[in-house]
């Protein structure tokens, strides 16, 4: 079985701040650059043909869009901490959604509702994290990521947790 998850890897101007604030928060920094998830981790035997067959039918139709990242929230659940999409949020739902049907239905993961994000660190300490997220906001409360999403990423993650792109597909 091979370990995969479908995802955009944003490319914005001042990525270097999130890579910033990942240095210092982000255990997976690493392992794979700034993303946002559309098909979770998830274990499977298909091959890169009928994976890459399935994305190309579920995204037709569709074509490139903007996005805009700002502000910090997260999950005091298992700590993680978001970046939070704030432009480009309903297209990035109807392709998580799209993804999440035919042979890939069965992956979906129905425990907590969806919104697109691009996590920035974990912090297990409840209390640490609220005060990070809270100075996260304070310190970056003007700042804005743009950017236009054009491409999918087929992503394998080896054992190591290392992110290798399988395929990338073009939008539109």
């Known amino acids: 079985m091979t370990?995969?998850?479908i995802i955009f890897f944003p490319k914005f101007d001042n990525q270097a701040l999130i890579?910033?604030?990942r240095s210092k928060y982000d255990p997976l920094i690493q392992e794979i650059a700034p993303h946002i998830s559309l098909v979770f981790p998830f274990?499977?035997?298909l091959t890169t043909e009928e994976l890459t067959e399935h994305i190309t039918e579920s995204i037709k139709g569709t074509t490139a869009f903007k996005v805009k990242f700002k502000s910090f929230s997260g999950s005091a659940v298992d700590g993680f901490i978001f970046l939070d999409c704030?432009?480009?949020n309903d297209e990035i739902i109807n392709f998580h959604d799209r993804l999440y049907t035919g042979i890939?239905?069965?992956?979906?993961?129905?425990e907590t509702p969806y919104f697109p994000h691009i996590t920035v660190g974990q912090i297990k300490d409840l209390e640490k994290f609220s005060s990070v997220v809270k100075k996260l906001n304070e310190e970056f409360k003007t700042e804005e990521f743009t950017c236009l999403i054009d491409t999918l990423y087929i992503e394998t993650?080896?054992?190591?947790?290392?992110s290798i792109v399988e395929a990338k597909l073009t939008l539109g």
């Open 104 to 110: 890939l239905a069965g992956e979906l993961y129905n």
């Open 157 to 162: 993650i080896d054992k190591n947790q290392n």
């Open 43 to 45: 274990d499977s035997d």
């Open 19 to 21: 890579n910033q604030i």
């Open 86 to 88: 704030v432009r480009g």
């Open 3 to 5: 370990k995969r998850s």
